[in-house]
C-alpha cells in the first residue's frame, strides 16, 4: 500500500520535516533508538564538560555548556528542564549587563 500525503500528517496538520521523519524511523528500531540516544548523550555531555572547562577562560564558555544541555534536551527530559532554566538566567543576567552598560554610558555622556 502507498504512503498519501494524510498518512504522514502530523496532527497540527502540517508534513513533519525530514529530520522529524528520520527520528521517528530511529524510534520505531529499539536498537539504532538506543545507539542514538547514546550518541546524542555522549555528544552533549561532552559539549557541556567542554563549556564548564572554558567558563573560566575568556570566551563562550557558559554558552557552549548551554548548547550542551540544548543538545541534550533533545532527546533527555530532565536535561530540557535544565537548559530552560539556564536559558532564561542567562537571559536575565544578559538584560542585567545591558542596563548596566547603558547607565555607565549615559554617566560618561553627563560628566563629559
Same mark, same amino acid.
Given at each position: 500500500m502507498e504512503a498519501t500525503?494524510?498518512?504522514?500528517q502530523t =496532527?497540527?496538520?502540517r508534513?513533519?520535516?525530514?529530520? =522529524?521523519?528520520t527520528r521517528a524511523l530511529i524510534r520505531r528500531h529499539p536498537?539504532?533508538?538506543r545507539v542514538y540516544r547514546t550518541g546524542v548523550g555522549v555528544a552533549g555531555a561532552g559539549?557541556? =564538560?567542554?563549556?564548564?572547562?572554558?567558563?573560566?577562560?575568556?570566551?563562550?564558555?557558559?554558552?557552549? =555548556?548551554?548548547?550542551?544541555?540544548?543538545?541534550?534536551?533533545?532527546e533527555f527530559e530532565s536535561a530540557k528542564k535544565v537548559s530552560t532554566k539556564a536559558n532564561a538566567a542567562a537571559k536575565k543576567t544578559y538584560a542585567a549587563a545591558k542596563a548596566k552598560?547603558?547607565?555607565r554610558k549615559a554617566a560618561r555622556r553627563a560628566a563629559g
Open positions: 500525503p494524510a498518512d504522514d =496532527a497540527g496538520g508534513l513533519p520535516g525530514p529530520a =522529524a521523519r536498537t539504532a533508538n559539549t557541556v =564538560a567542554l563549556g564548564a572547562v572554558m567558563i573560566p577562560l575568556p570566551g563562550p564558555g557558559a554558552l557552549i =555548556a548551554i548548547g550542551g544541555l540544548a543538545l541534550l534536551g533533545t552598560a547603558a547607565e
